[in-house]
């Protein structure tokens, strides 16, 4: 399966920060990954997916210019969350889907 | 888009008994049906998962069955055990495509 690398694992920030997510593919060149977010007690719910090259495709709901996403290669993708408020707090997850979905660690944002 | 349907929200069950948590989908086109079991703070692990081509899958204590007609299927855990405690999740896709998760189970087994 594909073995795939999320950092940071935790982050504190203060409101107003902007604060990057990485996601690598270690041994799968990943054209597409994607995105989810899961607030507490809650499922996992898809932001946008990620496309090699070009731009992400965002969820309705999702503010693209808040949550900036590249994918400049084949084994990496960045979410960036801009301007971080306290409502942005929550557990971040990447996942390539070779075949079926493997997640990375997951990324906890808390935001002051 | 797609919609999923997970049932029940908690459940408690004593150990060695069997536990059924069953989903519901809206997308006849979904074609992909996997089960995450999540422990708290960590990633959703794959624990079984079904294709649409196949009724049932079984590995060891747990079984996925899988009714297309009725767009439902059902994760089953028998002989469970207090590690099995968790959440647990269904979700949905169209191969290659992004998951659509149900709200999840709150699996509690106590000894």
């Known amino acids: 399966g594909a073995v795939v690398s999320q950092h940071p694992s935790w982050v504190i920030c203060k409101s107003g920060t902007s604060v990057k997510i990485e996601c690598r593919s270690l041994d799968f060149q990943a054209t597409t990954m994607f995105w989810y977010r899961q607030f507490p007690k809650q499922s996992l719910m898809l932001m946008a997916t990620s496309n090699e090259g070009s731009k992400a495709t965002y969820e309705q709901g999702v503010e693209k210019d808040k949550f900036l996403i590249n994918h400049a290669s084949l084994t990496l993708s960045t979410l960036t969350v801009t301007s971080a408020h306290p409502e942005d707090s929550s557990f971040y997850i990447c996942?390539?889907?070779?075949?079926?979905?493997?997640f990375g660690a997951g990324t906890r944002l808390s935001v002051l | 888009g797609e919609n999923v349907e997970q049932h029940p929200s908690t459940l408690s069950v004593q150990e060695g008994d069997s536990a059924v948590i069953k989903c519901t989908y809206s997308?006849?086109?979904?074609?992909?049906f996997p089960w995450y079991k999540q422990e708290l703070g960590k990633r959703p692990q794959l624990i079984i998962d079904i294709r649409s081509n196949v009724g049932e899958k079984k590995d060891q204590r747990i079984a996925v069955t899988l009714n297309k007609t009725a767009k439902h299927f059902s994760l089953h855990i028998t002989e469970t055990q207090p590690e099995d405690s968790a959440v647990y999740f269904c979700a949905v896709s169209n191969s290659g495509y992004a998951l659509n998760f149900g709200k999840g189970t709150s699996l509690l087994v106590t000894p």
């Open positions: 996942s390539v889907t070779p075949n079926i979905q493997y």
């Open positions: 997308d006849s086109a979904s074609n992909y």
